[in-house]
Structures are given as structure tokens and as C-alpha cells.
């Protein structure tokens, strides 16, 4: 069964501290991995996209990381803003011939003063 | 460049009624989907428009349907509103067809907030 899952749940921490973010799939044959950021209220942005050969993406202060053979992936957060308090979602697309394209539920991330 | 616009923002609808959202994609993006979202459920795929025809459909009953006209703004209808209707219902923008796990860039709407009471 094609799923992704995310750790933790939820997740405090203190302004400027740096934080990871996990993502377990089982999506097959993988063909991408994105995560988003969502604000409350808000539609998602997109922070990074990975395809199978990407091991490593920044964007800013995010860095994702996939390892394709475990089906792992996580984003870390450097030195946190209050800013970065937010959703954070992981979604993964396989190449089926077809669409298919299966969303964690995502890591809501609190950041504190 | 504008970003993806949906109407209207916020909905409030009585069960049995029917709802069209609308959402305008990003100028030249010829891709639209479409979204659930709610607590519970997480995001869900609802379907996909290319150039006037859905190429994608999710796990979603009949009284959802959508369409895409020729200047790539899309319209999606829930008939017959029942409770469990209420989400944030989300459009999202890509140049191409999302189709095969394309690795384009997708750009989503502020949403819709749709209330069934």
C-alpha cells in the first residue's frame, strides 16, 4: 500500500534552535519527493522537489535530504524563526504510467520565543 | 507575476445545496488541480484539468465534478452539500500536466472555506 508518514506529529521548539523533520514512504515506483510549508490558513508553498537521483536540497535555512533506498527523507530547519511556525508536508509521487500522488499528513512545527 | 486566485475565500452552504468554486491559475500555467483539506483527512487529490480535459481523478464521489475552460481558469461543483463537505478546498497551478510524477512546480491558491451547515 502506497503511504506516507511523517514524525513526529507535532513539535516545539525555541527560537534559533535548529530542528528535523521525517518522512517515511513506501510510494512505488517513486518518481519525486516535495515538502511544503503551509501557514495556518493558507495554501501550501513548495520548499524543495528531489527526484531518485537528488540526494540534497537547500532552499534557504531548509535543507532536505533523501535516501532513496530506505525511502527516507527529512527537512531540517536551521536556526528557527518564529516565522517557521507552520505545517510542513511531505508528498510523494510515483511514476505508474499514471498519476499518483500520495501527501503525509504532515509535522506541525511551533516555534518559540 | 500573479499567483493562483480562488473565489470566493470563504462559503457558508446549508446540506443538499450545490457550491462552484473557481480558481485562475498563474498566467501560462496550463495545469490545474484540485484539493481537499481537512483535519482529519489530511490533503486529497480531487482531480486535474489539462488544457480542457481532466487527466486525473481521485477517490472522490460523483457530486464532484470540475471543468477547465480555454484560458485554463477552472471551476469545481459539489452538489448536493452534506456535512462532511466542509474543507478548505485548495487549486493548485503547474506549467504542464502533473500526469507520470512530473517534477514542475506547483503553485497552490490561498483556498476556499467552505462551511456546511
Known amino acids: 500500500k502506497n503511504q506516507v508518514e511523517q514524525s513526529p506529529q507535532s513539535l516545539i521548539i525555541l527560537e534559533g534552535k535548529n530542528c528535523t523533520l521525517q518522512c517515511n514512504y513506501t510510494v512505488s515506483p517513486f518518481s519525486n519527493l516535495r515538502w511544503y510549508k503551509q501557514d495556518t490558513g493558507r495554501g501550501p508553498v513548495s520548499l524543495t522537489i528531489?527526484?531518485?537521483?537528488?540526494n540534497t536540497k537547500s532552499n534557504g535555512r531548509y535543507t532536505a535530504t533523501l535516501d532513496a533506498d530506505t525511502k527516507q527523507s527529512s527537512l531540517h530547519i536551521t536556526a528557527s524563526q518564529l516565522s517557521d511556525s507552520a505545517s510542513y508536508i511531505c508528498?510523494?509521487?510515483?511514476?505508474?504510467?499514471?498519476?499518483?500522488?500520495?501527501f503525509g499528513a504532515g509535522t506541525r512545527l511551533f516555534v518559540k520565543a | 507575476k500573479a499567483g493562483v486566485t480562488q473565489t470566493p475565500r470563504y462559503l457558508i452552504k446549508t446540506r443538499g445545496q450545490q457550491v462552484t468554486l473557481s480558481c485562475s491559475p498563474i498566467?501560462?500555467?496550463?495545469?490545474v488541480s484540485w484539493y481537499q483539506q481537512t483535519p482529519g483527512q489530511g490533503l486529497q487529490f480531487l482531480f486535474e484539468y489539462f488544457s480542457e480535459t481532466q487527466r486525473n481523478k481521485g477517490n472522490f464521489p460523483g457530486r464532484f465534478s470540475g471543468r477547465q475552460f480555454s484560458n485554463s481558469r477552472s471551476e469545481m461543483n459539489v452538489s448536493t452539500l452534506e456535512l462532511g463537505d466542509s474543507a478548505l478546498y485548495l487549486c493548485?497551478?503547474?506549467?504542464?500536466?502533473?500526469?507520470?510524477?512530473?517534477?514542475?512546480?506547483?503553485?497552490f491558491g490561498p483556498g476556499t472555506r467552505l462551511t456546511v451547515t
Open positions: 528531489m527526484t531518485f537521483s537528488e
Open positions: 493548485a497551478s503547474t506549467l504542464q500536466s502533473s500526469g507520470y510524477g512530473s517534477s514542475y512546480e506547483q503553485y
Open positions: 508528498v510523494v509521487s510515483a511514476n505508474t504510467g499514471g498519476f499518483k500522488t500520495i
Open positions: 498566467s501560462g500555467h496550463r495545469s
